[in-house]
Nanobody, 124 residues
Framework: QVQLVESGGGLVQAGGSLRLSCAAS????????MGWFRQAPGKEREFVSA????????YYADSVKGRFTISRDNAKNMVYLQMASLKPEDTAVYYC?????????????????WGQGTRVTVSS
């Protein structure tokens, strides 16, 4: 059984930084792309970032490009989301997800496993 466990969320002031982590188990982690999505109160879940199986390719939503950085450590079965210059509109529950394939994309339907989420609150 695949498990994804996010951590690192919390309360931060606007302009601050946070690093989210996602620990994966139950699957050959290094074969699959990974993604981060988020869901703000009253809004639909949206794509944030994705990374290919090797880490060579990364993808970002326009709203976070230049502020967020995704990375992975296949030896540790971990994926990370470094978030900087946070804004109040980044407030959301952030979810880690495992892609069906190796290369990553922004479509939630292409992700077969999801974590429980970690809450990020950015105060103004």
């Amino acid at each position: 059984q695949v498990q994804l466990v996010e951590s690192g969320g919390g309360l931060v002031q606007a302009g601050g930084s946070l690093r989210l982590s996602c620990a994966a188990s139950g699957r050959t982690f290094s074969k699959y792309a990974m993604g981060w999505f988020r869901q703000a109160p009253g809004k639909e879940r949206e794509f944030v970032s994705a990374i290919s199986w090797s880490g060579d390719s990364t993808y970002y939503a326009d709203s976070v490009k230049g502020r967020f950085t995704i990375s992975r450590d296949n030896a540790k079965n971990m994926v990370y989301l470094q978030m900087a210059s946070l804004k109040p509109e980044d407030t959301a529950v952030y979810y880690c997800a495992s892609d069906r394939g190796a290369y990553g994309n922004g479509y939630s339907g292409e992700y077969s496993y999801w974590g429980q989420g970690t809450r990020v609150t950015v105060s103004s």
